[in-house]
């Protein structure tokens, strides 16, 4: 039989069947289209007369007889390549898989946080208490979404104002669970207890109960007596306290009176300090985000530039005067970012 070059044209129709294989992604898929496609062309062609033996005729290199088994290593080496081509197109779709999942994650994250830092907003308090004699204010701003620290008031059953303000260790989300669990503890013990310190004690008993082991929470509160110039103050941890009065131009810088929250299950400190105040003496409470925030120099605000602060705003309202130690805690950094949470109380005898 003589063979007719009319398999040759089905070369054209194997090689685009060959590439359109690589949209399956799959290079077996590939390889197996480029070996069945050599294997039926060959067949194909001899079907039509191809004789194998006609490879080794001295024929012309262009005779159909001497085509047929080029054509099929093509053929062949076609799907080998668009096994190549497949396997790299999968890892591309996978790569734009993984990265839309982790899009999506993220996105799924930022809106929990967003979520949990509603929340954590929500608990602080929207006003400061009135109470006659004193200006009070108090203001947060966390490092992340969500922050470690806190401050809240709470009226007493026998009248009195609490006012408390906490740091715990680190920030995010973990920091800012814990922190709502120690406003909660400190809500049902000073609400229950009468006493200073053994509301504080149960707090503690609460706190290390709960908490993990390398945490603790620097808390701070201070119980107000209306009509009444004094404070009666009791820190676990939280220090300095800055104590300006207005009489002397003075500033003391108070120490923690006991052990931070968590620490121990028994809580260690002293008995609570009676502050009596005059006209226009006032403490200021605040995390350290204030005074360690650091400039590009990486020197740090500090307890000094924080008194020179207040004291140049000892004029103002309780509110002005810590706006005003922000902005200067911001022209001093620079534009370095905040790394740690802020929060501020000042309580001011009018």
């Known amino acids: 039989m003589n063979f007719a070059p ?20 799959s290079p077996r898929v590939s390889r197996l289209c480029g070996i069945c496609a050599a294997a039926s062309y060959l ?16 024929l012309s290199l262009f005779d159909p007889q001497k085509i047929v088994v080029p054509y099929a290593v093509s053929l062949l080496i076609c799907g080998v390549v668009a096994g190549v081509v497949a396997r790299e197109i999968r890892k591309q779709v996978e790569a734009a898989l993984r990265e839309a999942e982790t899009r999506r994650e993220m996105e799924h994250l930022q809106h929990d946080l967003e979520v949990a830092r509603s929340i954590q907003q929500s608990l602080l308090p929207k006003s400061m208490p009135q109470v006659p004699g004193f200006d009070l204010a108090a203001w947060n701003k966390p490092a992340d979404q969500t922050g470690g620290d806190y401050y809240d008031w709470q009226a007493l059953p026998d ?3 609490l006012i408390a303000l906490a740091d715990v260790t680190g920030h995010g989300i973990g920091p800012a669970l814990l922190a709502a669990v120690c406003r909660a503890y400190s809500r049902a013990s000073f609400g229950q207890q009468n006493d200073f310190l053994k509301a504080m004690e149960q707090v503690n008993t609460a706190i290390a109960a709960d908490i993990g082991e390398g945490r603790f929470v620097t808390f701070v509160a201070g119980i107000l007596r209306p ?13 300095p ?27 260690l400190s002293e008995a609570p300090q009676i502050l009596q105040f005059a006209s226009g003496d006032l ?9 360690e925030w650091a400039n590009a120099s990486e020197e740090r605000f500090g307890s000094e530039r924080l008194e020179s602060s207040v004291r140049a705003s000892r004029d103002k309202s309780a509110a ?26 000042v309580i001011k005898r009018i």
């Open 320 to 345: 002005e005067i810590i706006s005003i130690l922000y902005q200067d805690v911001l022209r001093f950094a620079g534009g370095t970012p905040q790394k740690d949470d802020l929060t501020a109380i």
């Open 227 to 239: 009509n009444r110039p004094e404070l009666e103050l009791l820190s676990a941890g939280h220090a």
């Open 159 to 161: 009248g009195r104002i």
């Open 283 to 291: 403490l200021m409470l605040a995390t350290d985000g204030f005074f």
């Open 43 to 58: 067949a194909a062609a001899y079907y039509h007369g191809w004789q194998p033996a006609s490879m080794l005729e001295n």
């Open 6 to 25: 009319s398999p040759i044209p089905f070369f054209s129709l194997y090689f685009l069947l060959i590439i359109l294989s690589t949209l399956r992604l």
């Open 241 to 267: 306290l800055f104590l300006y009065w207005l009489k002397h131009d003075r500033f003391d810088k108070m120490e923690a009176q006991g052990l931070p929250l968590g620490i121990s299950p028994d809580f």
